[in-house]
């Protein structure tokens, strides 16, 4: 019995200081180390095979997929400014999103992003077409990095960004 408690206290030791470790050192850089970069570069949004876990959710204006989460109207703004004013709602309504792409190609975004607790990191590309009627379409896709499921974390946070546009 002693050594059955022995055995027990050590693993809530050992647990408690990963836990401590990983609040001191930063939970987003934890999990950099422990999982490697969310970053995966741009994504091919128009043609990519979706996850087949529920931990993703795209948004895409009618007519360029038939898989979308969320249906967007096309745009009448050049796809330069429709993803100018985009980054710019990003960074207002999501404090823990971080621009991860080097701003070469203007018709792209990405970023990664963290849930608030757990810093649990998701990443989001998203990419503004020219459609051949003059306007613009809008992919974006939010995927997580960690786990099968994310409970809608991802087609709310889409919801969220992409709202009054």
Same mark, same amino acid.
């Given at each position: #019995?002693?050594?059955?408690?022995?055995?027990?206290?050590?693993?809530?030791?050992? $647990?408690?200081?990963? #836990?401590?470790?990983?609040? !001191?050192?930063?939970? &987003?850089k934890s999990?950099?180390?422990l999982?490697?970069s969310?970053?995966?570069?741009q994504?091919?949004i128009?043609?990519?095979?979706?996850s087949? !876990?529920?931990? /993703?959710?795209?948004?895409?204006?009618?007519?360029? =997929?038939s898989?979308?989460? @969320?249906?967007?109207p096309?745009?009448? /703004?050049?796809?330069? @400014? $429709?993803? &100018?004013?985009?980054?710019?709602r990003? &960074? =207002?309504?999501?404090?823990?999103?971080?621009?991860v792409?080097?701003? !070469?190609?203007?018709?792209q975004? =990405?970023?990664? !992003?963290?849930?608030?607790? #757990? =810093?649990?990191? /998701?990443?989001i590309? @998203?990419?503004?077409i020219?459609?051949d009627?003059?306007?613009?379409?809008?992919?974006?896709y939010?995927?997580?990095?960690?786990?099968?499921?994310?409970m809608?974390?991802?087609?709310?946070?889409?919801?969220?960004?992409? &709202?009054? $546009?």
């Open positions: #019995m002693k050594l059955v408690l022995f055995l027990l206290a050590a693993v809530v030791a050992i $647990l408690l200081c990963a #836990m401590l470790l990983f609040l !001191t050192y930063g939970r &987003e999990w950099s180390l999982v490697g969310p970053d995966r570069g994504l091919e128009q043609s990519f095979k979706r087949k !876990t529920d931990n /993703d959710a795209l948004a895409c204006t009618s007519g360029i =997929r898989d979308c989460d @969320i249906t967007l096309a745009f009448e /703004d050049r796809p330069e @400014i $429709l993803i &100018e004013r985009l980054a710019q990003i &960074e =207002r309504v999501d404090p823990l999103a971080r621009r792409d080097d701003a !070469t190609n203007p018709r975004l =990405r970023y990664v !992003t963290y849930s608030p607790i #757990m =810093r649990f990191p /998701d990443l590309n @998203i990419e503004a020219l459609r009627d003059g306007r613009s379409g809008l992919l974006a939010a995927r997580a990095q960690l786990g099968k499921r994310d809608g974390a991802n087609k709310a946070r889409l919801t969220l960004y992409l &709202e009054d $546009l």
